[in-house]
């Protein structure tokens, strides 16, 4: 599923150092983001899926963010997952798909019986 994405992400390592932190996320969040996420309404993700999505955003946030010098121990480190998620304050990949899936299937709830989508919800015995 990810391999689709490879050149996306390939494009997005090419951008300039000299671009701040807070514009690269906004670079990432419309548009990584949103071409991982197309049509994610009707993904059935499996773990692996997810488990994989959680990697690739942790991936990017980690070339994003870089190393974080330590005064304590004068010496740089690598951020942890958890404060890169503290540190971004934004829904996850995840997230976002379970937030997409949700309002697609408000949409299809209120469609008419005779549409398609809505048709195919049903099931037969």
């Known amino acids: 599923m990810l391999t689709k994405h490879i050149l996306c992400y390939k494009h997005f390592l090419k951008i300039k150092t000299y671009l701040s932190k807070k514009l690269k996320l906004r670079l990432k969040n419309t548009i990584i983001n949103k071409t991982l996420t197309y ?57 976002t798909i379970r937030l997409n899936r949700l309002c697609w299937f408000g949409h299809v709830q209120r469609m008419e019986e005779n549409r398609i989508p809505k048709g195919n919800n049903k099931i037969e015995r």
């Open 39 to 95: 049509a994610s309404e009707t993904w059935t993700l499996t773990k692996r899926d997810r488990k994989q999505l959680n990697i690739f955003e942790r991936k990017l946030h980690r070339r994003i963010l870089g190393p974080v010098y330590d005064n304590e121990k004068e010496n740089w480190k690598i951020l942890t997952n958890k404060e890169i998620h503290a540190s971004v304050k934004k829904p996850t990949i995840i997230e």
